[in-house]
């Protein structure tokens, strides 16, 4: 199959994940130049309308954006009114994936386990009773942006004071105590599992983007039930959300080997402690195999 000839990476964008996108565009780009392609990057700092004579002069744009516009729809669907074929899932799955209180509501009428949660559009929620510990976060924001744990009534306020400060929407999730585990799917195919031990009290951009602070276990050490069972939940959660190409679905797992789906992630980091190159990685697939992967997948869809 013929190859797409120069790939423009896109990265950058205006979210509180600019550093990490830009971490992982380059990354990216270096493994596409050793992979033989016409490699250009794009910072993305302007208005998308500045970035039309780029974007046209190349066959495909690799997508190195997390969160915010990149990852909410809005790239997805500027790039196919354009006609650009890009690397990811489109403006749809990535819009639903984007919006956790969707997702978990898809999740929850297919029998898919997932925390319960109430979602709030303001800040009168001081009636409500929960269970302690919950999960304060914001409704459409990637890598724990704005997430805090909340142990006690006293502690609530302010971490939904925080959240909203990253977004409109807020959820309030039942806390579930276990093991943090993720699993790329790839062309359909759910990669080993990824189990993650970090240092802190959840695995919290810190502890994500920081070398040291998470130790890794990839291939986790569940039984091979437990594995197939996360996969196909997976496999099945990346049809229901109508991903493409690639994504990451993240989970917790209690101490009745229940696994709880938490989110999809449709543009995954890039970086040198991402999960899913490690997910390749323990399939025997290097960095720059993974990148061809994602870019040949993506050319002939």
Not at 96 to 104: A, L, R, T, V
Not at 186 to 198: H, N, S
Request: proline share 4%; aromatic share 8%.
């Amino acid at each position: 199959m013929k190859k797409p000839n120069k790939i423009a990476v896109l990265m950058g964008g205006p979210g509180e994940e600019r550093e990490v996108s830009l971490k992982s565009g380059e990354a990216i780009n270096e493994a596409l130049k050793d992979n033989g392609y016409d490699v250009s990057t794009i910072v993305m700092d302007t208005e998308l309308v500045g970035l039309v004579e780029k974007l046209l002069s190349v066959d495909l744009v690799f997508l190195g954006l997390h969160g915010s516009i990149g990852e909410n729809g809005t790239i997805q669907g500027f790039l196919d009114a354009l006609g650009i074929i890009y690397t990811g899932s489109g403006p749809l799955s990535s819009a639903i994936c984007m919006d956790k209180n969707i997702s978990k509501v898809i999740a929850v009428k297919n029998n898919i386990l997932t925390p319960k949660w109430k979602l709030y559009n303001n800040k009168s929620i001081d009636n409500d009773e929960f269970n302690y510990p919950v999960v304060v976060k914001p409704n459409g924001q990637g890598s724990t942006v704005g997430l805090r744990i909340v142990h006690n009534k006293e502690e609530l306020k302010p971490a939904i004071d925080y959240a909203f400060k990253f977004d409109s929407s807020i959820l309030v999730e039942e806390y579930i105590e276990g093991r943090e585990l993720t699993v790329m799917v790839l062309d359909g195919t759910a990669y080993p599992v990824c189990e993650i031990i970090p240092s802190h009290e959840l695995y919290d951009f810190e502890c994500k983007y920081t070398a040291g602070m998470s130790k890794y276990i990839c291939p986790s050490k569940l039984t091979s039930d437990e594995t197939q069972n996360i996969k196909k939940v997976s496999k099945d959660l990346f049809d229901l959300l109508k991903c493409e190409n690639y994504s990451r679905a993240d989970f917790r797992m209690d101490n009745q080997n229940r696994f709880w789906f938490l989110e999809m992630n449709t543009l995954p980091g890039m970086t040198d402690t991402s999960l899913v190159p490690m997910s390749a990685l323990a399939e025997g697939i290097t960095f720059n195999e993974l990148i061809d992967k994602i870019v040949m997948q993506a050319w002939k869809k």
